[in-house]
Nanobody, 118 residues
Framework: VQLVESGGGLVQPGESLRLACAAS????????MSWYRRTPGKERELVAV????????TYADSVKGRFTISRNNARSTVYLQMNSLKPEDTAVYYC????????????WGQGTQVTVSS
């Protein structure tokens, strides 16, 4: 099983980034997919969740209206479009796969760093 994130980097406040997570080794279309983030000294935060078909999507209050999660089951890839980025969005972002709707995830990616700074 592999979850490989990409798309992180350094951006200025107000800019955008699109993260991608390519999955392999399991039946991607049967798993809920999530994005988490972790900042040093803080608890890991669940950012967004998308159901197997994309019909159910939830976001943390801190990112509602700015972030969009989506998935392409044909490509076994989940995305996180992040707009209007703020310095407090700086974190390592992880994708995760859940066999069911509730945590904890069954599989984790290795993470990608997002830094928002002027």
């Amino acid at each position: 099983v592999q979850l490989v994130e990409s798309g992180g980097g350094l951006v200025q406040p107000g800019e955008s980034l699109r993260l991608a997570c390519a999955a392999s080794g399991f039946t991607f279309s049967s798993y809920f997919m999530s994005w988490y983030r972790r900042t040093p000294g803080k608890e890991r935060e669940l950012v967004a969740v998308i159901s197997t078909t994309g019909g159910i999507i939830t976001y943390a209050d801190s990112v509602k209206g700015r972030f969009t999660i989506s998935r392409n089951n044909a490509r076994s890839t989940v995305y996180l479009q992040m707009n209007s980025l703020k310095p407090e969005d700086t974190a390592v972002y992880y994708c995760a796969a859940n066999r069911g709707a509730l945590p904890p995830p069954n599989y984790w990616g290795q993470g990608t760093q997002v830094t928002v700074s002027s």
